[in-house]
């Protein structure tokens, strides 16, 4: 048994050897006392202590105060960093807001072409951009619900191709039906949507040249996009001309 104990663990083992029961206001007790002697101490050694002065002053004060200032800028930093993520999460919804209006402007200009009222393609091309978020957000909450994990994605290869095709033909040696998302139906819905956005956003780009070309609309975007392609094409020749004369000069 130990007769000199130097810690809490030899005055508690002693104890219960003894069947001295330890109350809980001894631990109080016992690290005032503690906490009265390091304070002692502390005060003798700092008698005892020759004065220092000049340059042997000033580094004894930074090495005093330096951890407490040390502590300080990092707390500091701590604040800094919680308030600069605070404020990018806050400018996400800004952000969001920002893009859905620019998306139910080109929508809008693109219903303008088919709809003659404009309230009513203003309240459609809204409709469309919220019905969008929507249904991004049932997806995502159904599948959460549903514990569902979307299958990770891979890099093309002809042998992932091959497996897929064994797979659709039901020739492969360890077939096992793939399960859909539980989000199928909402996904299909999504699609649908998201190309209606795209084409009357895409038509109401092109507003202007469609408004300035004669004839009816359809035409107008034929005009368009022949327009395009032949602008494509010269840029196609163009680069294909400079590449002949670099081949040359070399």
Same mark, same amino acid.
């Given at each position: 048994?130990?007769?000199?104990?130097?810690? $809490?663990?030899? *005055?508690?083992?002693?104890? @219960?050897?003894? #069947?001295?029961?330890?109350?809980?206001?001894? !631990?109080?007790?016992?690290?005032?006392?503690?906490?009265?002697?390091?304070?002692?101490?502390?005060?003798?050694? %700092?008698?005892?202590?020759?004065?220092?002065? =000049?340059?042997?002053?000033? $580094?004894?004060?930074?090495?005093?105060? !330096?951890?407490?200032? &040390?502590?300080?800028?990092? /707390?500091?930093?701590?604040?800094?960093?919680?308030?600069?993520?605070?404020?990018?999460?806050? /400018?996400?919804?800004?952000?969001?807001?920002?893009?859905?209006?620019?998306?139910?402007?080109?929508?809008?200009? /693109?219903?303008?072409?088919?709809? $003659?009222? =404009?309230?009513?393609?203003?309240?459609?091309?809204?409709?469309?951009?919220?019905?969008?978020?929507?249904?991004?957000?049932?997806?995502?909450?159904?599948?959460?619900?549903? /514990?569902?994990?979307?299958?990770?994605?891979?890099?093309?290869? &002809?042998?992932?191709? %091959?497996?897929?095709?064994? !797979?659709?033909?039901?020739?492969?040696?360890?077939?096992?039906?793939?399960?859909?998302?539980? @989000?199928?139906?909402?996904?299909?819905?999504?699609? *649908?949507?998201?190309?209606?956005?795209?084409?009357?956003?895409? %038509? #109401?780009?092109?507003?202007? $040249? +469609?408004?300035?070309?004669? =004839?009816?609309?359809?035409?107008? +975007?034929? !005009?368009?996009?022949? #327009?395009? @392609?032949?602008?494509?094409?010269?840029?196609?020749?163009?680069?294909?001309?400079?590449?002949?004369?670099?081949?040359?000069?070399?």
């Amino acid at each position: 048994m130990t007769t000199d104990p130097r810690t $809490v663990s030899d *005055v508690e083992s002693i104890a @219960a050897k003894i #069947g001295i029961p330890i109350e809980s206001d001894w !631990y109080a007790a016992a690290h005032q006392l503690s906490e009265q002697r390091r304070q002692q101490l502390e005060t003798e050694f %700092a008698a005892n202590e020759p004065t220092k002065t =000049g340059w042997s002053a000033l $580094v004894e004060q930074f090495n005093r105060f !330096y951890p407490k200032v &040390l502590k300080a800028m990092l /707390g500091l930093s701590d604040v800094l960093i919680v308030f600069a993520q605070t404020a990018l999460i806050a /400018g996400v919804p800004i952000l969001l807001i920002m893009l859905l209006m620019v998306e139910q402007q080109r929508v809008d200009h /693109g219903m303008a072409l088919f709809e $003659v009222t =404009g309230p009513l393609a203003s309240f459609s091309a809204i409709v469309l951009v919220l019905a969008n978020l929507v249904f991004e957000l049932l997806i995502s909450w159904r599948e959460n619900q549903a /514990g569902y994990t979307e299958p990770p994605k891979h890099e093309f290869s &002809l042998r992932i191709l %091959a497996s897929r095709v064994a !797979y659709m033909l039901g020739r492969s040696s360890d077939w096992q039906p793939r399960p859909k998302s539980p @989000a199928q139906r909402f996904k299909t819905v999504l699609r *649908v949507i998201t190309f209606t956005i795209l084409v009357l956003a895409l %038509a #109401g780009s092109m507003q202007s $040249v +469609i408004e300035q070309t004669s =004839g009816n609309w359809l035409d107008a +975007i034929q !005009y368009v996009v022949t #327009g395009l @392609a032949i602008r494509i094409c010269r840029c196609a020749e163009c680069a294909s001309l400079i590449s002949i004369c670099r081949a040359e000069g070399d």
